[in-house]
């Protein structure tokens, strides 16, 4: 009897722990970061292969007779919330509200006609704050420079404003910073070859 007794504090205590662990969906952002870092430069990643619980007939469907069985006799972990607190902790990250694509849009349209050339020409580098930085502004022809160095100032400025207004419209504005995290390694790991980005110390490296 006593064995039993305890079994209801140990499931509060395991889902307070799933909770406080998944309270930042860090891989769901990540894949929400690579969306739309390849979308606003040019160039989208290649499709991943489909996961093996994708197959129809779902998970259970590979599953063995005694797996299904012991998988039977954990269903109760259910009755103490567990199942809720995951999906409450580990939200999926939207990227599709108008406000994100018209930001989107523009840093999309503002890459293209206004910074990649300068990214190839190596003035331009990611910045490891989420932002573009001039690198090497002796690259851009001087009739250039005042356009391109307004071109880099309005890009950081929607970049700033989407981790905002992505936080916001999870319904977690104290996610900002976490989110921005997320983006300025993106966008340093979706660099091209031959691009510029900045380390952690501040230093520049070639791609």
């Known amino acids: 009897m006593r064995r039993w007794m305890g079994i209801p504090v140990a499931a509060v205590m395991l889902t307070a722990c799933v909770t406080i662990n998944v309270y930042f969906p860090a891989a769901e952002a990540k894949e929400a970061a690579r969306e739309f870092v390849e979308k606003v430069i040019g160039e989208e990643a290649p499709e991943q292969a489909p996961r093996p619980q994708d197959k129809p007939g779902g998970q259970s469907a590979s599953l063995t007779a005694p797996q299904r069985s012991l998988a039977s006799r954990i269903d109760w972990l259910a009755l103490v919330g567990i199942g809720s607190a995951h999906a409450q902790g580990q939200p999926d990250i939207t990227i599709k509200t108008p406000a994100i694509q018209a930001i989107q849009s523009r840093m999309s349209s503002r890459f ?8 190839d020409s190596g003035a331009l580098g990611f910045a490891n704050d989420g932002t573009i930085s001039v ?54 790991d979706s660099a091209r070859p031959g691009w510029w980005v900045q380390d952690a110390g501040g230093g520049w490296r070639q791609k």
């Open 135 to 188: 690198r090497d502004a002796s690259k851009i022809p001087l009739p250039q420079r005042v356009a391109v160095n307004q071109a880099v100032a309005e890009q950081g400025r929607d970049a700033k404003a989407v981790y905002r207004e992505i936080a916001v419209a999870n319904n977690h504005p104290e996610w900002e910073q976490q989110i921005r995290a997320v983006f300025a390694r993106q966008w340093i």
């Open 112 to 119: 293209d006609s206004q910074l990649r050339a300068h990214f």
